[in-house]
């Protein structure tokens, strides 16, 4: 027996006992057969274990391990087929399936915030036409309060006016009714006078005949 055997048999028996409880992997081969033997002469308790499939490990020696499969069958298999680590070909793929949903997850997040900056521009773009409108919609009412100033000082001056019409018309009023009554008293004082000088006229012609009467008896005396 060679020295490298004996000393992997060493190692087997040393480690038999602590090998009852563990558990080793399959490595990262890609099918593997449990045999009855220590050879890949003997016949095939099982075939086709996959990479990564989990064993439970009864005893070791010469470079092969007694396992126990998932499925209950007990045979052996060469040391090199397995592993202390779970690192397999399928973890690998799990890791990469893993990796290409968190890259999905990456891209959705950053169309998300896109589509957030967008949103974001857009409510900008909202703020800022209704900051316009709030300008103009200023402007408009203090155009509108002032020519409501200008109408309020309008309806001030034409109240003004309206009242020196009505004192001017009130003035016209008894301006008219003193001119009617100066009219009046005009139209009696002339209508005095011409009675008066009718009057006189009258007497006039009265008395002028007399006259004419009494100097002709006069002269008819002395003749």
């Known amino acids: 027996m060679s020295k490298k055997s004996i000393t992997c048999l060493f190692a087997g028996l040393l480690l038999s006992s602590a090998a009852q409880a563990a558990t080793a992997y399959v490595s990262d081969i890609q099918f593997v057969a449990i045999r009855e033997g220590q050879n890949n002469s003997t016949r095939a308790v099982e075939r086709g274990i996959k990479s990564g499939t989990p064993l439970e490990v009864l005893e070791q020696e010469n470079g092969y391990t007694k396992v126990?499969?998932?499925?209950?069958?007990?045979?052996?298999?060469?040391?090199?087929?397995l592993s202390d680590d779970a690192v397999t070909r399928d973890q690998v793929i799990s890791l990469q399936a893993k990796l290409s949903a968190l890259s999905e997850s990456k891209q959705?997040?950053?169309?998300?915030?896109?589509e957030s900056k967008q949103k974001i521009s857009d409510?900008?773009?909202?703020?800022?036409?209704?900051?316009?409108d709030k300008t103009q919609l200023i402007k408009q009412?203090?155009?509108?309060?002032?020519?409501?100033?200008?109408?309020?000082?309008?309806?001030?001056?034409?109240?003004d006016v309206s009242y020196q019409l009505e004192s001017l018309k009130k003035q016209l009023a008894t301006a008219e009714a003193v001119a009617d009554q100066q009219k009046s008293t005009t139209q009696q004082k002339w209508f005095a006078i011409g009675a008066g000088t009718l009057v006189g006229g009258l007497i006039i012609g009265l008395l002028i005949p007399l006259l004419s009467r009494k100097k002709k008896s006069s002269t008819s005396s002395w003749s």
């Open 141 to 159: 009412i203090q155009e509108n309060q002032a020519l409501t100033d200008k109408a309020q000082t309008i309806v001030t001056q034409n109240s």
């Open 68 to 81: 126990k499969t998932p499925s209950g069958n007990e045979g052996w298999i060469a040391d090199y087929f």
């Open 123 to 132: 409510l900008n773009n909202k703020v800022a036409s209704l900051e316009s």
């Open 108 to 114: 959705k997040l950053n169309s998300d915030f896109q």
